[in-house]
C-alpha cells in the first residue's frame, strides 16, 4: 500500500488525485520526506513548465508539420531493360528476366525497413516525427501546468471571497457599534442639557430663598400635615415670596404626587407640585401670593398635576398678614 502511495505523487503535485486517494496521498505525506521533496520539485517543473509555454508558435510551423509528414519518401530508380552495355561482338545480351516490379519494391523497402530495424532506437527517424512528439511533451506539460494554476486560482479565489465576507461583517458589527455610540452621546446630550436647566432652576430658587429670608418682615410657619409629616413656610409680604418645604410626607406611588395650592377670593388655583423627597425632606418651592390670598392648601393629585384640586386637602394653613 505504501509502493502505491509514493506512486501518486505526480498526479496530487497537479491537483489530479479524486478526494479520498488525496485524503489518504495527505496522511502519507505527513510521514514521508522522500514524497515532500519530490512533491515539491515536480510543482517546481510545472509551473517552469507552464510559463515555457506562453511563447506562441509561428503561424506557418503547423501547415509545414502536416505538409512534411504526407510528403513520401524517396524511392530508389530500377534499372530499364537494355540499358546493359554492349558487347564485343556486336551481340545485344539477351535479355536478363526480371522480377515484377512490384515484387522489386516490395523487396527492397523489406530491405529498407530491416536496416532501419537494425539501427537503435531513436534512429531512422525523420525531423517530422521528432519534432511532433517534442510539441506533444510540451502541450502535455502545459497542460499539467494549467491545470495546477487553475486549481490554486480556484482556491485563492475562494480564500479571497471568505476573506471579503469576513471583512464585511466586521465592517457591519463596527457600523452598528457606531451607531450605539452615536445614540449613547445623544441621550448623554439630553441627560447633560436636563442637568442644566435643573442647575439654572436650583441657582434661581437660591437667589429668591436667599432674598426671602434677608427680608425684615419674613415669618416661618410650621404646620402638621394630615397624612403624616411637617410643612414649613417662610413668607414675606414685602419681598411677595412663599417658601413651601415638607419632612416626612408619606411616599405616593408613581401616579401620584403633592401638589400645592393658593386660596384666595377666586378660589383655589396652583401654586406648583412638590419634588420626590430626598432624605426625607422635599426640595424648597418658591411661590408668588397674591395681595388677597389667605391660605395656602396641600393635596394629593395625578403626578402631572390638576389644574383643580380632586382630593380633600391634608394640609390647610392661614397666611400671614402683612
Not at 3 to 15: C, P
Not at 270 to 279: I, K, N, S, W
Request: proline letters at 9%; one cysteine or more; glycine letters at 12%.
Amino acid at each position: 500500500m505504501d509502493d502505491d502511495l509514493h506512486a501518486l505523487s505526480g498526479a496530487y503535485a497537479v491537483d489530479a488525485l479524486p478526494y479520498a486517494e488525496w485524503t489518504l496521498f495527505e496522511e502519507h505525506l505527513r510521514g514521508c520526506a522522500g514524497c515532500g521533496t519530490e512533491v515539491r520539485r515536480l510543482r517546481e517543473t510545472a509551473a517552469r513548465l507552464a510559463g515555457a509555454v506562453g511563447v506562441n508558435p509561428p503561424p506557418g510551423l503547423r501547415p509545414r508539420l502536416l505538409a512534411a509528414a504526407r510528403r513520401p519518401s524517396p524511392r530508389p530508380m530500377l534499372p530499364l531493360l537494355g540499358d546493359a552495355p554492349a558487347r564485343g561482338d556486336g551481340l545485344a545480351p539477351p535479355p536478363v528476366a526480371r522480377p515484377w516490379a512490384g515484387e522489386e519494391r516490395r523487396r527492397k523497402w523489406g530491405q529498407g525497413w530491416g536496416r532501419r530495424r537494425e539501427q537503435g532506437p531513436g534512429q531512422g527517424r525523420g525531423w517530422p516525427a521528432r519534432m511532433l512528439a517534442g510539441l506533444a511533451a510540451v502541450c502535455a506539460a502545459a497542460a499539467v501546468g494549467l491545470g495546477a494554476v487553475a486549481v490554486d486560482a480556484r482556491r485563492d479565489s475562494g480564500g479571497l471571497a471568505a476573506e471579503s465576507r469576513r471583512l464585511a461583517e466586521a465592517n457591519q458589527r463596527l457600523s452598528d457599534a457606531n451607531q450605539r455610540l452615536s445614540d449613547a452621546n445623544q441621550r448623554l446630550a439630553g441627560v447633560n442639557r436636563q442637568v442644566a436647566e435643573a442647575s439654572q432652576r436650583l441657582a434661581g430658587v437660591n437667589r429668591q430663598v436667599a432674598v426671602l429670608l434677608a427680608a425684615s418682615d419674613a415669618r416661618t410657619v410650621r404646620r402638621p400635615v394630615a397624612s403624616g409629616g411637617t410643612a414649613t413656610m417662610v413668607v414675606s409680604r414685602s419681598a411677595g415670596r412663599l417658601l413651601f418645604t415638607s419632612s416626612g410626607l408619606p411616599s405616593l406611588p408613581e401616579s401620584r404626587g403633592y401638589e400645592l395650592w393658593l386660596m384666595g377670593p377666586g378660589g383655589p388655583r396652583p401654586a406648583g407640585l412638590l419634588g420626590r423627597a430626598e432624605g426625607g425632606v422635599t426640595a424648597p418651592v418658591v411661590v408668588t401670593p397674591l395681595r388677597g390670598d389667605e391660605r395656602v392648601a396641600l393635596t394629593v393629585e395625578p403626578a402631572r398635576g390638576s389644574p383643580r384640586p380632586t382630593t380633600d386637602p391634608i394640609l390647610l394653613a392661614d397666611l400671614p398678614a402683612a
